[in-house]
């Protein structure tokens, strides 16, 4: 089982994006850190870590996606057509299905280093739309499998009320709606209590995309959401979101969410592929997180996104794994790099504290979380293999451009050990709950 510790201590930290040497961390019963002391030796009881970097926040996920790796490349097309067999997954599941499957997707994560992860969640109700006795038991089935496998979850409940702007949903879309801002609203207050004060656990909130929410809807999730809950939106992931904006709402959706009184620090639009300099500059000036997901821009086609020019105008950067076709941590810090230099055609366009900021306090920002190995955060860390055949020679500070989540030794959530070595902390593997599912539901 995990084993929980009351104090740590790390013979490397990487903290600010700078190296520390022979840190002890204490940890209060909250799973906070309350000491942060270098160049102190290990004492009796510690649990000992070799090189330590802050725990990864995975600030966009959507669980179920991950039935479908492996299983559409061979059909081509664009992000459209993958949508379509996006649908037909989403139309398999129920609550007890979802609650099998999310233990095992956020299983991978947790062994692969994500230490938080926020599930923008929309797969409410019955495939015909009528709601399950409890209307949230889909979202607390979510919350019982981040419980298990002990990884941080934001539960980012969506409201998606439209198929299209001004169109009603489709049929594969009826278990994703509420039919107004309003009815949302009333199923998302008791959903936020019945999380409670959870200390893995907290409820945020999120608009799918301005397709699917019109203008004054999100205007009044807006205005109504209480002021320290985290709010996500789709942004302009494909040129086709920005086109029919534009003929529905006559602006492009940055602005409407910006007329929508949304743009705030507490916003984080996830994707921001297709902007103009303008929705830059504006999104920069409100000082919103852009939650960047790489392995998926990359999968379905969608382009390279100006995660630079988005820093340089006042955006944090953040990145997601979004439909899970690749659950590695470093790897979305590797394609956020990556696509920026073929974009800019020169090296280092991040520099390397910066690209772990993005996979570590700016993914816990977005979610509503403290990140990072300071006093009062939660001590969540990832333990890395320096000396693999990966990593030997790699300067600490760019191991995140070198590690994959096969380097990953220990994950600690809350001063709990909740992984090792690629299994989770009570010896199950990942891979053979997935197995298990895909046994029972294909």
């Not at 459209?80 to 979802?98: C, H, K, N, V």
């Not at 949230?136 to 198929?163: H, K, M, P, Q, S």
């Amino acid at each position: 089982m995990s084993a929980e510790v009351r104090s740590v201590h790390c013979a490397t930290a990487l903290i600010d994006g700078v190296v520390v040497d022979d840190v002890r961390l204490g940890v209060g019963p909250d799973g906070r850190i309350t000491a942060v002391d270098p160049g102190v030796p290990a004492a009796p009881g510690d649990l000992r870590l070799g090189t330590v970097l802050a725990g990864s926040g995975n600030a966009h996920s959507h669980a179920f996606h991950r039935l479908l790796r492996g299983r559409t490349h061979g059909d081509g097309g664009d992000f459209w057509q993958w949508r379509t067999a996006m649908y037909g997954a989403a139309g398999a599941l129920d609550p007890d299905s979802y609650r099998t499957l999310a233990v095992g997707v956020f299983g991978e994560m947790v062994a692969a280093g994500w230490t938080a992860v926020g599930e923008f969640h929309y797969v409410h109700h019955r495939p015909d739309g009528t709601p399950y006795d409890d209307p949230n038991a889909i979202g607390l089935a979510l919350a019982e499998a981040a419980r298990e496998v002990g990884i941080r979850l934001t539960l980012l409940d969506t409201c998606y009320l439209t198929g299209a702007p001004g169109e009603p949903l489709a049929v594969e879309q009826r278990r994703f709606g509420d039919g107004t801002a309003a009815a949302w609203l009333e199923r998302w207050h008791p959903l936020r209590d019945a999380v409670g004060d959870d200390p893995l656990v907290t409820v945020g909130a999120a608009v799918h995309s301005v397709r699917a929410v019109r203008p004054d809807d999100v205007a009044v999730i807006t205005r109504e959401l209480p002021d320290d809950v985290p709010l996500h939106v789709h942004l302009s992931e494909q040129p086709a979101e920005n086109a029919q904006s534009l003929a529905a709402w006559g602006a492009r959706p940055t602005r409407v969410l910006a007329d929508a009184g949304a743009l705030s620090p507490r916003l984080s639009v996830v994707h921001a592929t297709h902007l103009d300099d303008d929705e830059i500059a504006l999104l920069g000036s409100a000082g919103v997180t852009a939650v960047i997901c790489p392995t998926t821009e990359a999968d379905l086609g969608d382009g390279i996104g100006p995660a630079r020019q988005l820093a340089d105008a006042g955006a944090t950067i953040a990145l997601g794994s979004d439909q899970n076709a690749v659950v590695d941590p470093f790897l979305e810090v590797r394609g956020l790099e990556a696509g920026e230099r073929l974009a800019a055609r020169r090296r280092g366009v991040f520099r390397p504290a910066e690209l772990d900021a993005a996979r570590s306090t700016a993914g816990y920002r977005s979610l509503g979380l403290r990140g990072g190995i300071a006093v009062g955060a939660p001590c969540d860390l990832v333990e890395v293999d320096p000396t693999s055949v990966r990593t030997t020679g790699s300067a600490v500070p760019q191991l995140v451009l070198t590690a994959t989540a096969s380097d990953v030794r220990r994950a600690v959530v809350g001063g709990t050990v909740r992984a090792v070595d690629g299994r989770l902390a009570d010896d199950r593997a990942p891979a053979d709950l997935l197995t298990a599912w895909t046994e029972d539901h294909r």
